[in-house]
């Protein structure tokens, strides 16, 4: 095993996606020096800015940030923005699943074609290193256990094919051209700044506004849960010393049912069970997922480090304290109210 100890990535990182949920969190902590010798490091962020994209979550004003808005699919625009950074981390991608049951099409324009695009300006622009971010939706359901890196990718969604489909494309570049990448298959992510569509905001935004919350079927499916943060680590870590070619599955450790979920946050905004509605079962839901991330913290050293509890509890203090921001966002569209 080759383990990294050089970091190519200290000089200028661009970050696709870096506007929205995660891909912002991973860029605000880069900023503030929270990723050990990245103090002056200088990041370029691509957005495009649909509807999940959002200038205000990250620091408009800050000397060592670069805000471009544009598209992962435009080649033109990747080889022209590319050269001269040292490294490529891949946040952009459409990723709400309900969203991919009515609308396939972007998710497969934005999710493969879009990552081609990145590798191929990548490649071209001599990038030394990049980090493809993925999910652990690829791997489908699994009943027991959990998932390792060498487990079967069989999704059961439009977005989890376009993001399966996508981990293969990042592959096809690392062997057959030899391009320096890695891929992160994480769990599901919550934290501050999560758009309001997502299952704890938008739980957690109706009780505040006093509204019902929609719980699909008996709320039995279970999801493991990962705060942004640690999430955010981990991607850093798999940047700095994680090998070319090798996947990396990002757990927390945090299993729960949907109903635990809605349970926890009625208990946290002082609402009863008399704000929850139940309502028909998605198409085709994942009954559970788990991911074994063993190799990522036996290679890497990675734990993570904010426990579900606290987590949760500083992310409903945080959306207590920030309306104008989830509610600029969440009534942005029609349908989201």
């Known amino acids: 095993m080759t383990r990294r100890t050089g970091s190519p990535d200290s000089g200028k990182i661009l970050v696709t996606g870096g506007a929205g949920f995660i891909g912002s969190h991973y860029v605000r902590t880069l900023l503030a020096g929270g990723y050990e010798g990245h103090e002056r490091t200088e990041v370029t962020v691509l957005d ?51 969203r991919s049951l009515v609308s396939a099409a972007e998710f497969v324009t934005t999710n493969v074609s879009g990552t081609q695009s990145v590798m191929e300006a990548a490649l071209r622009s001599g990038i030394r290193r990049v980090v493809h971010i993925s999910t652990d939706e690829v791997y489908g359901a699994i009943e027991k256990g959990s998932w390792t890196e060498e487990s079967p990718l069989l999704p059961n969604s439009p977005y989890a094919a376009a993001k399966a489909a996508s981990d293969l494309m990042v592959r096809s570049y690392w ?10 298959r994480c769990s599901n992510n919550y934290g501050p700044y999560q758009h309001p569509e997502k299952l704890i905001p938008r ?44 996947i990396y599955n990002v757990g927390g450790g945090s299993e729960r049912t949907n109903r635990g979920i809605t349970e926890l946050l009625l208990e946290l905004t002082g609402s009863d069970w008399s704000s929850v509605v139940h309502v ?5 839901h994942d009954v559970r997922y788990s991911l074994d991330d063993s190799k990522i913290r036996d290679e890497l050293g990675y734990a993570p480090r904010v426990s579900f509890e606290a987590g ?23 349908g989201l109210r």
Not at 175 to 184: A, C, K, M, P, Q
Not at 319 to 333: L, M, S
């Open 48 to 98: 495009k800015l649909t509807y999940a994209g959002n200038r205000d979550n990250l620091p408009a004003e800050h000397p060592r940030l670069t805000f471009v808005r544009g598209d992962v699919c435009d080649l033109r625009l990747l080889l022209d923005l590319f050269p001269g950074h040292d490294s490529v981390v891949h946040f952009a991608a459409e990723s709400h699943v309900d």
């Open 312 to 334: 949760v509890a500083a992310t409903v203090a945080w959306y207590q304290d920030n309306p104008g921001w989830w509610k600029a966002v969440k009534h942005a569209q029609e």
């Open 175 to 184: 062997r057959s051209h030899g391009l320096d990448v890695s891929i992160t």
């Open 280 to 284: 028909p079962d998605r198409k085709g």
């Open 203 to 246: 739980f957690l935004t109706n009780l505040l506004e006093g509204e019902t919350v929609p719980l699909y079927g008996a709320g039995t499916n279970v999801r493991e849960w990962l705060h942004v943060d640690d999430h955010c680590r981990a991607v850093q870590l798999v940047l700095a010393h994680g090998r070319a070619g090798e």
